[in-house]
């Protein structure tokens, strides 16, 4: 199956998703339930148009050798440095007619075929929003990151009982859902986490914990006082809050910042292998990707995963070759040139 297949195929299955050639949040802007961003949405559109003014700085006199994408996360073996991000409400949003268990079983199915990791979404319906998400993606293998919502902790505790005894590679939190106005208003509520209820969550679990939604340098110093292991740099794609910076805008302080501390994943527009290796030069480890993944499993299954995530290697080998990077690591900051 090819990429223009996939497209295809999703496009007909989506009543709510434009599937833009570029998904930059111009066509759907607003447009939540949908796949836009808040209100303007000046934040998802940002996020996109923000990686134009970071270029290559192309040099190729070095020595020759193999392209290396390899990457490890806390032991896992991955072939690039790519997550599926967590997206919930599939049919809600992209308007296609997957169930959330069918969706995540071909994220995760698509995962293990591509040889990256999958996060699964949370949502207010316990059961069909969490449960089968997670089961759908344990049911597959060892590597789904489960993620939950910044709920009260009640929430929070009932979903660390269910996920007890599951085998997981990390637990993640996306506590930029703190405002959500649909979970702050359910009976078991969504709030703003302090230092100490995210410790209370690194305590009761003994894997790997992700805090996701962080976009500056002092909410970084907190979460690395909270004890958790990694941070994504993300404003949700723009959906949480509206006229914030781009993530690849504030990326560069965070990561220096946590250097030696915790690990930092980035998402937000990230749509090429180009806008991967932006993302690595600035300080990333590794990226995920929300939107467009979405598409190549609504359209490809588990397989749309693959060819996805080929083209993206293709692109960055490509990159890597014309900057004289032989493995992720060479990818440093001096391989990019930030416009003003
Ligand atoms: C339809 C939709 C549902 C999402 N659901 C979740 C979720 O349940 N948990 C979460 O942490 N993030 C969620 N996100 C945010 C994504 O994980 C990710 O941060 C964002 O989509 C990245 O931006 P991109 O789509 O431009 O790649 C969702 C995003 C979308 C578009």
Redesign the pocket.
Known sequence: MDLKEIRENAKKACSKCYVCECCNGRACKGQIPG?GGKDSGES?MR?VEAFKKIKINMGVICENGPIDTDFKWFGHDMSMPIFI?????IKN?YGADMSEYTYNLEAAKGAKLAKIMAFC???KDVDTLFVEPFKAMTSVDDRAII?MKPWTKEGVDLRLELIKDQSYACLAM?ID?AGLPLLRNSEIPVENKSVDSLRYIKEKINKPFII?GIMNVEQAAKAVEAGCDAIVV?N??G?VCDETLATIEVLPDIAKACQGKVKVLV????RSGYDIFKCLALGADAV????PMGLAIIGGKAEGVKAYVDKLRDELKSVMVMTGCHCLDDITADKVIILK
């Open positions: 796949m998802f996020n991000a967590p997206l919930a409400g949003n979404g949370d949502g993620t996306d859902s996701k993300s949700h794609g959906r998402d937000g527009g990230i995920l990707i929300g939107r």
